[in-house]
């Protein structure tokens, strides 16, 4: 990068001739971001901002982290890439290390680059490891941006290609503030978990590879689901012989006051898919799978630069500091705070429809003349509190949830001041 800072102005325009126009930023009036550290960013003018939002759930050990940061260097001064066809140690640590802290007995891994390749490698698997073809989603899930992840995926708004895969059929969600099937719960009983069993019947062969699914829905707009429902879901798919596909790429490594979140339900997926706060902001996906089930993938499968030196040794400072910070506990404790702060603001202010999630994965819907979806109000709110110097963001359906998922380092007069400036935020759009 040459030493001078263009601007934001400069950016923009130089974006718009040279950059795709399918990638949106945030904020009519964007900033440039130039520097990071810990849970602060710092803009071209020197301007600093509480970041609530860690480059979307990435940046769970801060930014910057000095030893992250210096264990990295030291990996890229001494080797940055080989390829998979040779021997070297940081991956097999960093599987080693997965195996101890995914969930139950889920212990061989395949390394790549992203969540996206993650998802797709774990529906290979799931493929291989059955015999069978067809694959079930979630209503609103989000997979990745592939042409089969993008077709698992259950979001409009991310859903590109006028010719998606076939063979996938859709479940409706665990979506209590707007119920897909109209009902309330517990009364409920979990019907939208029982839709598996009737979607298996009616629309698919009965053949069932596996269902894909976010333990929290987060580009949905934070979507948690109900405490029994994954392990419903999971009998209702072993009923059938179909896998359970747990995609932690925006829940994992801590966030929800777990290393997963899915082990806020006691539920062992047959595979599991990470990628995002793994290389606290290297690029980095994985996807771990029990033994039995990955012992079947034996046709050639590598990634070219798939367990590179570099990005294992990421994960493996990033997991260190996760543990030694105590950031797992920290996501808890400040975790319970944040949701209280906000349910006192939902208190205040009509605007809040919703507040859902675990740990330091929270989200605020926001609705008008009863649910109806209050995105303009997002954006603007977004836009002031960014003046402010407070970075948050947003997904949801209709574009119309604050999302709260900042670096797990954050501290009580974090969520204090960020909870100060999105009331100053939430009164003047109401006004
Ligand atoms: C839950 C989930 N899965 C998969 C992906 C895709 O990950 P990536 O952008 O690293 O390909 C995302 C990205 O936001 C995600 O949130």
């Not at 480059?55 to 982290?65: E, L, R, T």
């Not at 590879?209 to 333990?215: C, F, H, T």
Request: glycine share 10%; hydrophobic share 40%; charged share 20%.
């Amino acid at each position: 990068m040459s030493d001078k800072f263009w601007g934001p102005e400069e950016i923009v325009r130089k974006k718009k001739e040279y950059i795709m126009p399918c990638l949106n930023h945030f904020y009519q009036e964007p900033v440039q971001m130039v520097k990071g550290e810990g849970q602060y960013l710092f803009d071209s003018t020197g301007k600093k901002y509480l970041d609530f939002f860690a480059g979307v759930s990435v940046i769970n050990a801060g930014h910057c982290h000095p030893e992250i940061t210096e264990r990295i260097c030291q990996q890229v001064k001494t080797l940055q890439h080989v390829c998979n066809i040779y021997l070297t140690q940081p991956m097999l640590e960093l599987a080693e290390k997965l195996a101890e802290i995914t969930p139950g007995k889920l212990k061989k891994s395949f390394f790549c680059n992203s969540g996206t390749e993650a998802n797709e490698g774990a529906i290979l698997l799931a493929k291989i490891a059955t015999k069978r073809s067809e694959l079930l989603a979630l209503q609103d899930g989000l997979c990745g941006r592939t042409y089969l992840a993008m077709s698992l995926t259950g979001l409009r708004f991310w859903r590109t290609d006028p010719n998606p895969a076939g063979g996938i059929s859709f479940i409706p969600n665990a979506y209590c503030y707007r119920c897909p099937m109209n009902l309330t719960y517990p009364a409920c009983d979990l019907a939208c978990a029982e839709q598996v069993r009737q979607v298996i019947e009616t629309s698919t062969s009965g053949e069932v590879a596996a269902l894909i699914a976010e333990s929290i829905q987060g580009n949905a707009g934070i979507i948690t689901p109900p405490p029994e429902y994954f392990t419903r879901i999971k009998e209702i798919l072993h009923e059938y012989g179909a896998l359970l596909i747990i995609d932690e790429v925006q829940t994992g490594f801590g966030r929800t006051g777990k290393w997963f979140s899915i082990e806020n339900w006691g539920v062992e997926p047959d595979i599991i898919t990470m990628a995002k706060a793994l290389g606290n902001g290297v690029p980095i996906g994985v996807f771990t799978a029990l033994p039995e089930i990955a012992d079947l993938y034996t046709r050639p499968g590598a990634s070219t630069l798939g367990g590179n030196p570099v990005s294992m040794t990421a994960g493996l400072a990033t997991l260190d500091v996760i543990e030694k910070e105590g950031l797992i506990q920290n996501a808890a404790k400040l975790g319970s705070y944040l949701r209280e702060r906000l349910l006192e603001l939902q208190d205040k202010h009509p605007l809040i429809g919703d507040v859902r999630g675990i740990g330091l994965m929270q989200g605020a819907e926001l609705v008008k003349n009863g649910k109806e979806p209050a995105a303009e109000e997002v954006d603007r709110i977004l836009e002031i509190m960014k003046n402010k110097g407070v970075i948050i963001g947003k997904n949801g359906r209709y574009r119309n949830v604050l999302a709260f998922q900042p670096p797990l380092i954050i501290d009580q007069d974090n969520v204090d001041e960020m909870i100060t400036v999105l009331d100053q935020a939430l009164t003047e759009v109401e006004r």
